[in-house]
């Protein structure tokens, strides 16, 4: 028999204090997130959520300055572990893969912050320790990308305008098209909740 578990990854407020925030991929997200978890708690998956840590850095990321943490309104229940990872993937730096091992998880859904990043790197890991990874793109979010050759000084609106910038767009595409049928199934929101609401009535 088949267990899972929904792995909800950086969906936290250091991103929201970037100026980069307004010009997100996907303004209704933490709504998307918010009923894949209900409808996970529904099917009783285990729901995991990951929190990125940067410890002394100063950043928004640093603990330190408070923004490692949740959104606001996405709140765990009492039986729901938060791990706090330092890491790309959800993995490394974490005991995930021991929580899900001593679950029985063998099937694994993914989102969160960024689509391109952290959440594919998870996907990726993921699939080559032998978990069925689900990647939901519409549960995810992600930013424009800065060619290399940019400044870090960069401001928004330069970033914007460099016809070099990758697109939200773009990233997605390729996103998409990378995990497909190597290192995931793509599924939309709208497909992973109805499947609930219609296996709940039999």
Excluded at 78 to 93: C, I, M, R, S
Aim: aromatic share 6%.
């Amino acid at each position: 028999m088949n267990r899972a578990a929904l792995v909800v990854i950086d969906v936290q407020e250091s991103f929201r204090q970037r100026p980069i925030w307004a010009y997100g991929s996907n303004p209704d997200m933490i709504r998307q997130v918010d009923r894949l978890v209900a409808a996970a708690r529904q099917r009783g998956d285990l729901v995991v959520w990951v929190l990125h840590s940067e410890p002394g850095t100063g950043g928004l990321f640093d603990p330190a300055l408070g923004y490692v943490r949740l959104i606001d309104g996405l709140v765990p229940a009492q039986d729901e572990p938060t791990l706090v990872k330092t890491a790309h993937n959800a993995f490394t730096t974490t005991n995930l893969q021991q929580l899900l091992t001593q679950a029985g998880i063998t099937d694994i859904t993914v989102c969160g912050i960024r689509t391109e990043q952290c959440v594919e790197t998870t996907t990726r890991v993921g699939a080559d320790l032998g978990y069925r990874m689900t990647f939901v793109t519409d549960a995810t979010l992600t930013f424009p990308i800065p060619h290399r050759a940019l400044p870090d000084t960069a401001t928004v609106a330069e970033i914007l305008a460099d016809p070099r910038t990758l697109t939200n767009e773009e990233i997605v595409t390729r996103t998409e098209y990378a995990l497909a049928g190597r290192f995931a199934t793509i599924r939309t929101v709208d497909e992973l909740v109805g499947a609930t609401v219609v296996g709940s009535g039999g």
